[in-house]
Each structure stands twice: as C-alpha cells, then as structure tokens.
C-alpha cells in the first residue's frame, strides 16, 4: 500500500492544486517523446492523474509503469469505458453497451444476474490489467428523452428503478475488485435532446420529479459505497440557474447535505463547450464543492487561475485543503499489485453471449422469419453511412444495396423481403442519436413497396418508433460487428431472441 507516501498533504500550493487536476492521456501518442515528456512534467508537479482515450494494451499498459515510479502520491489513472476497456484500448474487449446489458440479463434471475457480475469484474480486470483504477463507470441517467443524442443507448433503461438496480449492482462488483467506481452524470442528463459536448442542456422538472426519477439512482449509488460521482454540465433552475458543475446548491446542498454523499466529486470534462461564456469555470467548480477538476483544456493554465483565486480571496486555502484531505483518503486504497492475468479469448466469447442474448424482437409478423431464401431478400444501409463498409450484413445475401439520403431508390427493392439496417451511434459532438425526417420518409416509402419489411436497429431503438407498418422490428441497441453478427444469427434463425426492450416506444410520433 501507499499510506507512507501519504501521510501529508503535498508541501507547496501549487502541488496541493495540481492534485485536483485529472489531465487528458492520448493513448496513441505513446512514444511521442514530446507528448511523454509533458505528462511526465505533470507528474514531477503533482498532478492528480490522467484520464486515457484510445491506445493499444501493451503501449498503455507499459507507458503507465514507467510513470508510476515518478508520482510522489499515486495517481488516479480514469478512462470512460463503460463498454469495457475496448472502448479505449485496442487489443481489449469490447462489452455490450448499458442499455443492451439490461436488455439480455434480469438481474433479478439468479443465472442472469451471475452472467452480469461475471461481466463487470472482467470488464474491472482488464482495467487493472493495463492500469486504469478509475473507470468512469456506470452511467445512471434515467432516458427519459426519445431524442436523448448523449445519452440514450448510454444508460440502462428509461426506468429508474431499473438504472438504480443495474447500477449500484455494477457499482458494488467495481469496488470489490478494489476500483473507483463514478456515478454520472448528477444530477441526471437523461430527460434533454441538447448534447453538453455542444451547449448547456437545461432541465425544466420540480424537484419532486427529479427526486422520484433522476435522482433515485443516485441515491442507490450512495448507499453502494460508490467511490466518486461526475456532476454533468447542464442546469436545472428548480435548484440553481447556475450549471450543475458551477452549483453550491447542487453539489454541497443537494448532493453532499442531502443525499449524504462523503466520496468524491468531480466535473464532467471541462473542456466541453455547455460551460462556454462562463468565466473562473475551474475557480466556480471548486467553491462548489467539486473536489476533482476533469480534463481542463491546460492543467497548468487552471492551476495558475486557482493559485490566483486564492491569493485574491476567491477561494479558501481550506477548500483546497478539504479536497486533498479527500483525495488522499481514497488514494489510499490504491494497491501496487501484480496485474491479472486476463483470458481475453473467453472474454470474448462472454461479450459475444450477452450481445446475443441483448438481441430484442419488438415486433413479429408470423411467416417473415427465418430469412431462410436469401436470393428473395435485398438489405438496405441506412443511417450513419460510417458502419456501411465493414458490415457483416454485407454478405448477408450475397449482395447489398446500399441506402443514401438523396438517392432514387425505386429500383433497389425488388425482392420479397427488404432488411433495412439502421446505424445510429451516441457520441460527443456528434449532436443527434437518430437519422434525418428526409431518410426516415425514404425508408418508409421502400418499405411499402417490398412484399415484407425488416427494420433492424443497430443503435438507438428509438428509430423503431417511426416504422410502426415494418412487419418485423428488431434492437440491437450496439453498432458493433458483434452485435450485427448476433442479429444476423438470429435472422438465420440459428439463435432465438432473448432480449426485453428496456425502454418505452411510443410509435407514430
């Protein structure tokens, strides 16, 4: 254990500052000397940790070895994985996304429930494994927004009952394996169609609502020990016309008095553009609450506006003072130990059961399925024209048509049964979670002309609600060659679909 290096706060302000600080890590810029050299610079100043995006296992894995020896107090180490380590490091596991994890396992099911904590201690071995004790993980928004564009698929369900019961289970199995498990995004960013990468998201709810909906799964968090939870940008004006991650109200008031939470606070990443036109953002986040400053755009640029803050009064040394004395306590906890030894096949084998499983069938027409007679079936790629290329389905039949926004198409469905693949996929900046009203009007108008229609949605399963006439509608909930090779499987009628939709469709809107 640490606790000797740890016994005192670091000697200098500057060093106790640079404690609240968790920088950016790219992980492709391994063996950049200039980039190593300036995270090894952030380190001799003692900074806090980094928080790592993208990199290959053993690049990652070796990089963090060497900076370890070099941290007077160790560090904090966070990547947003919440699809497993694949969703950063190469060479790692790429696990099905929260929504589809409630999708394929009742955790109230004795079986089920062992098949999901089997996927959240793997998912925190192979984080140890290459270094990260800070996986940014679970998300606990209730999606209550069809047009949600940051969180949707992100979250478990729609249910805040559901969230609550998957994530403080998620919570428990990351702690016990000796992590730091983050509870995001407080006070709840699951009712807004506005992406906080791009502008500030503002929640209009009482706070009887947010107590019964949003907040509930925090609340279960809490009571899991949970390690460390992110307040997301966004404003809520029953509790303060100020963001969330700037709010006393918020973070002390609410979250701290409140709901009793004695863990650690962090911002979101404090680079998004939703805090844009606010000024002294890293000085308001700390006078806050907050204890832990999130990928500012330049660690050593916040920690001169905070040496500034305080020698202007803004800030009490004390606030600092409480934050380290935080910090420093949970750091106590981080072990140097052995990594484990990860069977990454079988971990393999266990992502590619779920996401079969995940596979829901929202609704079924007798006679369409299995799509045995391949030479009477054209598939049509839609959506996010990204995933197109490498598909799977590109073989489904031996041939592909493939759907563009602006095309005439009249010629393309020709045979008896028409597949229409829709990629969507949740990412920052990217602004939307759906497709366009122009291709969703085409889709409709082809699936009229086939004899059968099926519409699979690799992605949002909110898409599904614009088809309500398809004779068939399928989820998959994930972009990924796993899950379409699992959809194509049970197209084939070679696998039976297991999975419940964990959200509400309303059709026709």
């Avoid at 926004?405 to 229409?420: I, M, P, S, W, Y």
Wanted: charge should be negative; proline fraction near 5%; glycine fraction near 8%.
């Amino acid at each position: 254990m640490h606790d000797t290096r740890m016994s005192t706060a670091p000697g200098t302000l500057g060093k106790k500052i640079y404690q609240l600080v968790i920088g950016r890590l790219d992980g492709d810029n391994i063996g950049d000397s200039a980039c190593e050299e300036k995270i090894r610079a952030l380190v001799q100043k003692g900074i806090g940790g980094f928080i790592i995006f993208g990199g290959t296992r053993e690049a990652v894995r070796s990089f963090l070895r060497t900076l370890r020896p070099g941290a007077d107090i160790p560090l904090f180490i966070a990547s947003d994985i919440e699809r497993g380590t694949g969703q950063q490091i190469r060479g790692t596991t790429l696990f099905p996304c929260q929504m589809a994890l409630a999708a394929a396992l009742d955790i109230r099911n004795a079986e089920e429930e062992i098949l999901f904590d089997r996927a959240m201690k793997e998912i925190a071995r192979e984080s140890k494994a290459v270094g990260i004790n800070m996986p940014l993980i679970p998300v606990l928004d209730v999606n209550q927004n069809p047009d949600n564009p940051i969180i949707c698929t992100r979250a478990f369900s729609d249910s805040p009952e559901t969230v609550a019961l998957f994530g403080s289970r998620a919570i428990r199995m990351l702690e016990r394996e000796g992590l730091f498990s983050c509870a995001k995004h407080f006070p709840g960013h699951g009712d807004t169609a506005v992406d906080s990468h791009i502008s500030l998201p503002v929640i209009r709810k009482s706070s009887e609502e947010f107590m019964a909906v949003d907040l509930l799964p925090f609340q279960h968090a809490v009571s899991a020990d949970v390690s460390s939870i992110m307040i997301g940008h966004l404003r809520a004006p029953v509790f303060d016309d100020r963001p969330a991650s700037l709010s006393r109200p918020v973070v002390t008031a609410l979250l701290r008095e409140q709901l009793g939470f004695e863990g650690l606070v962090m911002t979101d990443a404090l680079n998004m553009h939703a805090l844009k036109g606010y000024g002294d953002v890293p000085v308001q986040c700390i006078n806050a609450g907050v204890d832990i400053l999130l990928h500012p755009p330049d660690p050593d640029q916040t920690v001169r506006e905070i040496v500034r803050a305080i020698e202007a009064g803004d800030i009490s040394e004390q606030q600092i003072d409480t934050a380290v004395s935080r910090i420093l306590r949970h750091k106590k906890k981080i072990e140097e130990r052995t990594e484990p030894d990860v069977e990454y096949t079988s971990n393999e084998a266990l992502a590619a059961r779920i996401f079969e499983m995940s596979i829901t069938l929202v609704k079924d027409t007798p006679g369409v399925l299995p799509l045995s007679q391949k030479e009477k079936v054209s598939v049509l790629f839609c959506g996010d024209a990204s995933f197109f290329p490498d598909s799977p389905l590109r073989n489904f039949c031996g041939k592909s048509s493939v759907l563009f926004r602006t095309d005439d198409l009249q010629g393309h469905v020709h045979n008896e049964v028409a597949v229409f693949a829709i990629f969507t996929s949740v990412a920052a900046w990217k602004g939307s979670s759906g497709i366009h009203e122009e291709e969703l009007s085409l889709i409709r108008k082809l699936s009229g002309r086939a004899k059968r229609s099926v519409v699979l949605s690799f992605g949002s399963p909110y898409v599904l609600r614009h088809f309500r006439d398809a004779d068939i509608l399928i989820a998959a909930y994930d972009v990924s060659a796993q899950a379409q090779h699992a959809v194509i499987r049970c197209l084939e009628g070679k696998s039976g679909f297991h999975g419940r939709l964990p959200v509400k469709l309303i059709f026709g809107q």
